[in-house]
């Protein structure tokens, strides 16, 4: 009932299968399950989890090859575009690609990229653990071959279940690929999955309480959810801006599942989100790089409107208590004038 839920959300009619782990353990069977040592791929990072995802195929012995992006930006179609017609040889067997970059609020547009592909025989690997279900995603017409998501970010259960869609292709190529793997083998858990099984003891509560995380989805309808994640996502958006704080992520760049904003100048990152917590609210904080230098909000999980006003109206008290005299009131009035001039729909 799970892979079957999923199916839609993916955008697929492919083979799904559910694995014991959290997302991070998706991203490792999907590369260690693709690939044989010594094959190249290219890695497109456009923030901290995508650097991940290119050092879990350096640990599974893959020669990777980075085509870099400045953070808070997204993965330009045409860099890829460039670097795949470049590959005459067809050297480059896999291509991993972020679809929201958590560590950034950045969203690349994977409909757009797709076609940057051509008629490159590269495998079309994207980690969305943190986008599937935020927005619409297409996995079969946009021809990506395993898009990994996780239990615990829009689909609102707990963490510990990591869940892969792959295309024919691309179990064709798992069969060929000769990597190492034994726990997140991609092939054993479809081979399980035929009879209704898993490979081994599944994480059962996580799984119940994913069937009612996909129940509620789509009870509400995946369009309400968009509908929802892009209202929060506006307001915080629209907050940050009344008040003279800028945005990390680049125009046409925004998640709808996490905005990042860079600290106001001056001020500490860690000292807001001290003061923060002290008042019940969790943001996040930035991660290499950009550790210190920026605040990250989410906008998934079972979050309502209360919940959304009260964390802006306490970020608002603390920049105001911080020094900051732009933050008398103003922000708050400005989330609260975007969410009421927006039908609830989810
Ligand atoms: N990729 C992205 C984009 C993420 O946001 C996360 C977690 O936040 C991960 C990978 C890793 O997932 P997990 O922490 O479930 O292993």
Known sequence: RVVRGMAPIFGTSG????????????????????????????????????????????????EVELLETRYGSALD??????????????RIAGVLLTHNET????????????AAFGEHPALRIVDSVSGLGATPFAMDA?????VVTASQKVLAAPPGLALVAASARAWERIAAARGPRFYFDLAKARQFAHDGQTPWTPPLSILAALEVGLERYHAAGAAAVYARLERYARAIRSFAETLGIELFSRPGAHSVTVVALRVPPGLEAGTIRTRL????????????????KILRIGTMGDLSDA????????????LCELGLNAADGRGLAAAHRVLSATPVTA
């Open 15 to 62: 083979e799904i299968v559910a694995l014991g782990g959290s997302g991070t353990g998706g991203l490792q069977a999907a590369v260690a399950s693709s690939f044989s040592p010594g094959e190249r791929v290219l890695a497109a990072p456009v923030g901290i989890f995508g650097e991940r995802l290119a050092a879990i195929a350096r640990a599974f012995g893959l």
């Open 277 to 292: 917590r002290e008042r019940g609210i969790v943001f996040g904080g930035g991660q290499g790089p950009m550790k210190g």
């Open 77 to 90: 179609p045409e860099a890829l575009a460039a670097r795949l017609r470049a590959d005459r040889e067809q």
């Open 103 to 114: 560590s950034t609020g950045v969203q690349n547009d994977l409909g757009a990229l797709a």
């Open 142 to 146: 946009w021809g990506y071959d395993i």
């Open 307 to 318: 919940d959304l006003l009260a964390g802006l109206e306490a970020f608002e008290t603390v």
